[in-house]
């Protein structure tokens, strides 16, 4: 299958500082990946829809400036948390969907722990 | 969960026993997925089932689909202790690009 890899697998910052997570489709074309957040023991929770040239689309309850995503190319997206804080500590999943595919399955990175000192 | 709930929300058994997962869902759907997440790790794709299907097996693994009752099981026959892991459900209304999981099975299978 597809592969999607992301970087880094985690990272440890402190409070008020900025973190980029980075989300790459290895072997295919990515119009469109997700971020997911996923606190511990509980389920994955979209946080946006990035679209390849142009901006990502939210939902309810995200804070667009605090996670900044950037869907620059058509095999990266970018999810900046800014000034991160302690509550902002969880798994960050993305996944992308291969347009192309004879499926309509999203292929999930490894995810990336997130921990705000 | 955004839409969906599943249950049991953990669930012990031996190894050589079945398990089974169900989870529902309150929309219309295009399809259903399963995925697996082993500890601290991303997601497997386990199978998707659409909409006009019913039921679809892929090795040790069964999963339905009633669309009247809006709900989805899996089930693992024969289980393992290496198929110890978290189980989601996640349902799609379009084009997949509006996926949703459940809130997930934490299964345990004993040796």
């Known amino acids: 299958g597809a592969v999607v890899s992301q970087h880094p697998s985690w990272v440890i910052c402190k409070s008020g500082t900025s973190v980029k997570i980075e989300c790459r489709s290895l072997?295919?074309?990515?119009?469109?990946m997700f971020w997911y957040r996923q606190f511990p023991k509980q389920s994955l929770m979209l946080m946006a829809t990035?679209?390849?040239?142009?901006?990502?689309?939210?939902e309810q309850g995200v804070e667009k400036d605090k996670f900044l995503i950037n869907h620059a190319s058509l095999t990266l997206s970018t999810l900046t948390v800014t000034s991160a804080h302690p509550e902002d500590s969880s798994f960050y999943i993305c996944?992308?969907?291969?347009?192309?595919?004879?499926?309509?399955?999203?292929?999930f990175g490894p995810g990336t722990r997130l921990t705000v000192l | 969960s955004q839409q969906g709930e599943e249950d049991p929300q953990a669930l012990s058994i031996q190894e050589g026993e079945n398990a089974t997962m169900n989870c529902s869902y309150k929309?219309?759907?295009?399809?259903l997925q399963w995925y697996r997440q082993n500890s601290g790790r991303g997601l497997v794709h386990l199978i998707l089932?659409?909409?006009?299907?019913r039921e679809k097996h892929s090795g040790r693994l069964r999963v339905t689909l009633d669309t009247s009752k809006k709900s989805s099981s899996l089930l693992i026959t024969a289980s393992r202790a290496a198929d110890t892991a978290s189980y989601f459900c996640?349902?799609?209304?379009?084009?997949?690009?509006?996926?949703?999981f459940g809130a997930g099975t934490r299964l345990t299978v004993k040796p």
């Open positions: 996944s992308a969907r291969d347009p192309s595919g004879r499926t309509d399955t999203q292929y």
């Open positions: 089932i659409r909409s006009n299907e």
């Open positions: 990035s679209n390849e040239g142009s901006k990502a689309t939210y």
């Open positions: 929309t219309s759907i295009n399809n």
């Open positions: 996640a349902r799609s209304r379009k084009n997949n690009n509006d996926m949703r």
């Open positions: 072997d295919f074309q990515a119009t469109t």
